[in-house]
């Protein structure tokens, strides 16, 4: 017997559509319904009545526990939007979701969010779990009859409903690969540790050193910046590593502060062309790789994450339909060719 997720797909609309195909609310086409019932029909699916009588009856209040949309080169905005549009797909399904903005350089920011999350009475809990300190322990104490999603990153020891990301060790290798492929190995490379670092980035990061160290011809020397310093931060260590290092080549970003290097490497009176590859297809990025600043972007699709996370606890919580442990991402590498195609 065929899931709704089955079904979905091969009818290829949303969930949200063929929930209310079966459940007989919200507006359908005619052509679409038709189309939707003869797959059901001939997939011999029969809905779950407990899922479909508990849904008409109460309202479910999906919890969104991330940093504040304008941190992180304005990142957050991305998932974000990925998940108001799996919102507004299940509107006639009777779902909130509940926003938990924290500040992610402040662990006490953090908990005050977590807390007042536990206070609301939530059927259901997506979780970036980026400081990862107070994330671990504090997650540990949500009630086994409250599930919970990971997005954007994970953590070890913890059991949550699904992870949905990237495979981010295998990102940092495919960081490298882009970097070598562009023949910036016969100079000094630049490996930008953004902080603080959450368990993803550090994954990234060692997929990266992995690679690199495998290759001798690599002459590699790692930088540190804290993100909280804003823009400013980053082009002060942009302009120190363009004075320390006369035979720079390339430069790898381990997040979505790409941007302040390719603005100032390749728009520099230095004669030097610099490969730089970094991560993510915020606003200042995108205009970066269009005007040829940056080479590589490595996407880890933040729109999908966010707007999977929803329809995961949808799945398990209304439907009561079977959740895959773990939802991994495409490694897209978008570049000044391709980009115009990607609207993430």
């Known amino acids: 017997m065929s899931s709704i997720k089955d079904i979905a797909k091969k009818a290829g609309v949303s969930i949200g559509t063929i929930d209310r195909v079966l459940h007989g609310r919200g507006r359908v086409s005619g052509r679409t319904k038709a189309r939707v019932q003869q797959i059901v029909d001939s997939a011999g699916y029969k809905p779950n009545i ?34 108001n549009r799996a919102h507004r797909q299940l509107g006639s399904a009777k779902v909130e979701v509940l926003y938990f903005h924290f500040d992610r350089y402040v662990e006490s920011s953090f908990e005050r969010a977590f807390q007042k999350a536990m206070r609301s009475g939530l059927d259901g ?22 599930p919970y999603v990971f997005f954007d990153s994970s953590l070890p020891d913890l059991h949550p409903l699904a992870i949905i990301g ?22 000094t490379l630049a490996i930008v540790k953004v902080t603080p670092v959450d368990f993803h980035i550090s994954e990234r990061l060692r997929g ?37 290092n006369p035979d720079l080549l390339g430069v790898f970003v381990s997040n979505a502060w790409t ?29 970066s790789l269009e005007d040829g600043l940056i080479d590589f972007l490595i996407s880890q699709r933040p729109g999908m994450q ?28 978008i570049t000044r060719e391709n980009v115009k195609y990607y609207h993430d």
């Open 50 to 83: 407990y899922a479909r009588n508990l849904s008409l009856a109460k309202v479910f209040r999906f919890g969104v526990l991330m940093p504040k949309l304008d941190q992180d080169s304005g990142y957050w905005r991305i998932p974000a939007n990925g998940i």
């Open 125 to 146: 809990f997506l979780i970036a779990p980026v400081l990862a300190s107070a994330a671990q322990r504090l997650i540990a104490t949500i009630p086994v009859k409250i």
């Open 166 to 187: 990237q495979d981010a060790y295998q990102s940092g290798v495919l960081a490298a690969s882009l970097v070598s492929r562009m023949r910036c190995i016969d100079g």
């Open 208 to 244: 990266f050193r992995d690679s690199i160290s495998a290759s001798p011809s690599f002459q590699a020397r790692e930088y540190e910046v804290d993100s909280q310093g804003g823009v400013a931060a980053f082009q002060t260590l942009a302009e120190t590593i363009l004075a320390e």
């Open 259 to 287: 941007h302040p290097f390719g603005e100032l490497f390749n728009k520099s009176k230095s004669g030097r062309k610099v490969c730089i590859v970094g991560y993510d297809l915020v606003t200042k990025n995108r205009k």
């Open 306 to 333: 966010g707007y999977e996370g929803i329809q995961a606890l949808y799945r398990h919580a209304v439907l009561r339909d079977k959740v895959e442990k773990s939802s991994l991402v495409p490694l897209d590498i």
